[in-house]
């Protein structure tokens, strides 16, 4: 008897939880925000529209209207952005929480993996991603945590329960390579070293390492498909693959079965093929895409990710071995990166942060996409409305429409004239709440 009056008292307990939750959210679902925006930018449409008013209620958009028709609702929180030009929260599909720069002269990536305690490397990404927030990035996709196992599992749930700020995050955990396929590495061989991927060998391994990451939160599965990388006899960038097409296979269907998607690291050559033949739904850098590979990726609906600005960090030496590697490098990817929009390729903005350090600015590749010949538009889309897509958010992220979730940012001059004043967001609002206004005319009332 005592027992079910217990029952009684927890059940009535729930009850009263679960009623205040539930009013909390309906205070917040009636919550309404008026933004004026002198431009927007919708994340789909070609053209910029002006003078538009967006109502924001509780965490969506509710609608979207020129301002002369716009019908404000009573006791909205006006934020007058009329000056600006408004845009949907910016989507960085390649970023490495974990990693804080792979500088030579700071110990490169080693010094990630062996100087810092697993409590630094998480403090430091509690930054990461709240500089990715204040550069209007409301959504990333993390792809791995180079040696931090499952940290990124954390500081998603940390950021989804209010306790840091950060952007929506899509995260893959641990990462898998092959023995040979990842450092650490270049030790003394009797040293059993860390690894900043999980190594696999053969389909079985494979399989089981996506299903360990599935099974603690993965959200995509990233492998990598090729490893070093040199200048071979004849001046070409020559890459060694990594985890076999069977090996890749089983991943592959793995993650498929659990609705969700591989992406693959890969430069080119004999693991970019593997790659393709083994169902990779995103390529990751493709440094080396030959013709044969564009056109499995258009066949296949392959994405594509080109992390350009990367490559132009921390070269050797101009008359080293891995200096010329590092210059070929560049050079190769720019010619794939032209041939792959001309063909039409699925492209999504990323930027690989964390290789690149944190405290440099993640819109710096829109620079890179537009100077290759990206027309501003198609490179804003393809870190909005088109990454969306990639991630199976289409309509909820990457656009200013109607429902859906209301992450806005917004920036003081024309990105379609000069894209470099997406290095400069004054103005950012993730889920319905404002983060950051630094909007000069900044005059939020209610009227
Ligand atoms: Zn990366």
Redesign the pocket.
Known sequence: MKTLKNHYGWILLFAVVISAAAQQKDNRAESWTVIRAGALIDGKSDQPRRDQVVIVRGNRIESVSAAATAKIPPGATVIDLSKATLLPGLIDS?T?IFLQGEDPAHGGYDANILNAPLALRAARATVSVRRALEQGFTTLRD?ETEGAGYGDVGIKQAIEQGYIPGPRLFISTRAISTTGGYPLEGYAPELDMPKGAQIVDGPVEARKAAREQLDHGADWIKVYMTHRSWVGKNGELVSQPTLTVEELRAIVDETHGWGKKVAC?VYGGIGLRRALDGGCDSI?HGLDLDDAAISQMLKQGTWYVP?ISVYYTDWAAADTPAGQRDRLRASVHEQSFKKALKAGVKIAFGT?M??IPWSEPIAQEFSRMVELGMPPMGAIQSATSRAAVMLDMEGKIGVVAPGAFADIIAVGGDPLRDIKVLENVQFVMKDGTVFKNESKNESSSRP
């Open positions: 390649h490495h792809v690291h990751e992390t690989d964390g290789g």
